[in-house]
T-cell receptor
Framework: GAVVSQHPSRVICKSGTSVKIECRSL??????MFWYRQFPKQSLMLMAT?????????EQGVEKDKFLINHASLTLSTLTVTSAHPEDSSFYIC???????????FGPGTRLTVL | AQSVTQPDIHITVSEGASLELRCNYS??????LFWYVQSPGQGLQLLLK??????LVQGIKGFEAEFKRSQSSFNLRKPSVHWSDAAEYFCAVGLNDMRFGAGTRLTVKP
């Protein structure tokens, strides 16, 4: 149980385009979903926390207009990278939690490459 | 603010040798502690976690970790390393506000 999926697993796009990444909790309803970013050979950095039906909470330094998060249902959160640039190339990982103060279950990640 | 420190960026051990990966944390209250493993280009796999109770925690793949409150440490150990253990290991603290250490890359020599 507690499986989280991400789609796509890899995406290559041209500079200036927008890319949407989906995060789904497959066998449970997630009250909260998290989005992380990981640069090569570095650790995971929390970008934002999203709760179903409310606006996401972004970490300091993360541009909310660039990284749009929509948590439309208890099983789906999307991250849209708007007007992507090469510096946005990274590994994006989502996670989901069953309830507040519960452990997070991580998705397999999405590799974004912006040309 | 909570934080996690993994002092060793890269560790090399011989196959069959024992392993200890260090993790020190800073946390305001009772810490929720985790160890994850990540293979290249892959997501995170949970090895083990500590919430409360027995301070020696057993995980998957033969790993264990010991929570030492007095030292603010949660070191990961394995008595005999296999070549397939080569990967990046992350220590993390917290639940809703999870913070990750910088990671330790493990290389296993044949």
């Amino acid at each position: 149980g507690a499986v989280v999926s991400q789609h796509p697993s890899r995406v290559i796009c041209k500079s200036g385009t927008s890319v949407k990444i989906e995060c789904r909790s497959l066998d449970f309803q997630a009250t909260t979903m998290f989005w992380y970013r990981q640069f090569p050979k570095q650790s995971l950095m929390l970008m934002a926390t999203s709760n179903e039906g409310s606006k996401a909470t972004y970490e300091q330094g993360v541009e909310k207009d660039k990284f749009l998060i929509n948590h439309a249902s208890l099983t789906l959160s999307t991250l849209t990278v708007t007007s992507a640039h090469p510096e946005d190339s990274s590994f994006y990982i989502c996670s989901a939690t069953l309830a507040e103060d519960n452990e997070q279950f991580f998705g397999p990640g999405t590799r974004l490459t912006v040309l | 603010a909570q934080s996690v420190t993994q002092p060793d960026i890269h560790i090399t051990v011989s196959e069959g040798a024992s392993l200890e990966l260090r993790c020190n944390y800073s946390y305001g209250a009772t810490p929720y502690l985790f160890w994850y493993v990540q293979s290249p280009g892959q997501g995170l796999q949970l090895l083990l976690k500590y919430f409360s109770g027995d301070t020696l925690v057993q995980g998957i793949k033969g790993f264990e970790a010991e929570f030492k409150r007095s030292q603010s440490s949660f070191n990961l150990r394995k008595p005999s390393v296999h070549w397939s253990d080569a990967a990046e290991y992350f220590c993390a603290v917290g639940l809703n506000d999870m913070r990750f250490g910088a990671g330790t890359r493990l290389t296993v020599k044949p």
